[in-house]
């Protein structure tokens, strides 16, 4: 790697320069700790998890790199003191175990417009009720308002994935069912959370 070399000279600026030299050398030992580790691990199944750290490292020496949107970011949008926006849920997509898929689930309300009949609907999209000390969850199915004319295609088209269900939706057409499902979460390997909305 390369060093800053040292000038003759401020005795300040040798010492600031000695401590860049010494935070560059911190880094590289990381990165150097991280692939010796992903050489021990070569035959074990966390050398993707190893790879993806020392890949981290790495660019974490040349810039600062945070996302745009992820799960911290929403949470700290939902609980900022400075917003004017009542924001009151994050909503996330969950991917279950195995087959890495968007998790989907069902629900089920009693509509009473003329005879009683059932109305079955599916969602990926989730906001989070309660979460017991064993991950047992209460998941509350969240739902877009169809236009009137030509519903049943949009339900067709929106029951294949997340992206489908959500793309090109208003916000505000992001809706609370309050029909919810109970499951594990420790049935699941990743989540991808939504901006913070306001749905009531």
Same mark, same amino acid.
């Given at each position: 790697?390369?060093?800053?070399?040292?000038?003759?000279?401020?005795?300040?600026?040798? !010492?600031?320069?000695?401590?860049?030299?010494?935070?560059?050398d911190?880094?590289?030992? %990381?990165?150097? %700790?991280?692939?010796d580790?992903?050489?021990?691990?070569? !035959?074990?199944?966390d050398?993707?998890c190893?790879?993806?750290k020392?890949?981290?490292?790495?660019? $974490?020496?040349?810039?600062?790199?945070?996302c745009?949107?992820?799960?911290?970011?929403?949470?700290?949008?939902?609980l900022?003191?400075t917003g004017?926006?009542?924001?009151?849920?994050?909503?996330?997509?969950?991917?279950?175990?195995?087959?890495?898929?968007p998790?989907?689930?069902?629900?089920?309300?009693?509509?009473?417009?003329?005879?009683?009949?059932?109305?079955?609907? !599916?969602s990926?999209?989730?906001?989070?009720?309660?979460?017991? $000390?064993?991950?047992?969850?209460?998941?509350?199915?969240?739902?877009?308002? %169809?236009?009137?004319?030509?519903?049943? $295609?949009?339900?067709?088209?929106?029951?294949?994935?997340?992206?489908?269900?959500?793309?090109?939706?208003?916000?505000?057409?992001?809706?609370?069912?309050?029909?919810?499902?109970?499951? $594990?979460?420790?049935?699941?390997?990743?989540?991808?959370c939504?901006?913070?909305?306001?749905?009531?």
């Amino acid at each position: 790697m390369n060093r800053r070399r040292l000038k003759r000279g401020n005795p300040w600026e040798m !010492s600031d320069m000695m401590d860049v030299a010494g935070v560059e050398d911190e880094k590289e030992d %990381e990165v150097e %700790e991280l692939m010796d580790e992903m050489d021990h691990h070569k !035959s074990k199944v966390d050398c993707v998890c190893d790879t993806v750290k020392a890949i981290a490292a790495a660019q $974490d020496e040349v810039m600062d790199d945070c996302c745009d949107l992820n799960c911290d970011r929403a949470i700290k949008e939902l609980l900022d003191p400075t917003g004017d926006n009542n924001l009151d849920s994050v909503p996330f997509v969950l991917y279950c175990k195995g087959d890495c898929k968007p998790f989907k689930g069902y629900g089920t309300k009693i509509e009473t417009n003329e005879e009683a009949h059932f109305d079955c609907f !599916s969602s990926f999209i989730f906001r989070v009720k309660e979460v017991d $000390d064993n991950c047992c969850a209460r998941l509350e199915l969240l739902r877009v308002n %169809e236009e009137p004319s030509g519903s049943e $295609d949009g339900c067709k088209k929106r029951d294949k994935d997340p992206c489908k269900q959500l793309d090109g939706v208003r916000v505000s057409d992001l809706t609370r069912t309050h029909v919810c499902i109970t499951v $594990d979460l420790n049935d699941f390997n990743g989540i991808t959370c939504l901006p913070a909305v306001n749905l009531d």
